[in-house]
C-alpha cells in the first residue's frame, strides 16, 4: 500500500509542475500582449495583473502625450478602492526613488517607455 501512495504523491506533485508551468507560461504570454516588463515585484500575481491592465487602459486613453499625473492618480485610486488606503504611485521616463512598503505591496514596471512604481505603506493610528 505505501508504495501506491509513494506513486499517487510523485504523479500529483508532476502533474502540479505541468499546472504552474502552464501558469507561468500564460503570464508571460499577457505580459507581452500588454508589453510589460517587471522590474520587481513584492506583490501577489493578481495584483500585479489589475496594475497592468489598469495603467495599460489608461495609456490606451491618452490621445498623444503621456500624462503622468493622471495615470498616477487613476493606479492610487485603483488600488485605494480595492486594498484599502495608503497606496502610492510615481509614473515617469526617469526617476529615482527609495522606498520602504508594506510586504506584498510593491510593484515596479513598465509599460512601452514609462515606469511606473506602485507601493503601500503601512497605516497607523496616531497616539493623541
Known amino acids: 500500500m505505501e ?3 509513494l506513486e499517487l504523491e510523485r504523479r500529483s506533485k508532476f502533474l502540479s509542475s ?9 503570464h ?6 500588454l508589453n510589460v516588463h517587471v522590474r520587481a515585484a513584492d506583490m501577489p500575481v493578481l495584483l500585479q495583473d489589475r496594475a497592468f491592465r489598469c495603467a495599460r487602459e489608461q495609456l490606451d486613453s491618452m490621445p498623444g502625450k503621456l500624462d503622468s499625473k493622471r495615470l498616477a492618480l487613476a493606479l492610487k485610486k485603483e488600488f485605494d478602492a480595492a486594498y484599502g488606503p495608503a497606496w502610492h ?3 515617469g521616463t526617469s526617476f529615482g526613488s527609495y522606498v ?5 505591496g510593491f510593484l515596479y514596471f513598465s509599460i512601452d517607455k514609462v515606469y511606473i ?4 505603506t503601512a497605516v497607523e493610528p496616531l497616539d493623541r
Do not use: D, M, Y
Open 117 to 120: 512604481l506602485l507601493f503601500r
Open 3 to 5: 508504495g501506491a501512495e
Open 89 to 91: 504611485c510615481i509614473v
Open 18 to 26: 505541468l499546472i504552474e508551468q502552464k501558469k507561468a507560461k500564460e
Open 100 to 104: 520602504t512598503h508594506s510586504t506584498g
Open 28 to 33: 508571460q504570454e499577457q505580459h507581452n500582449k
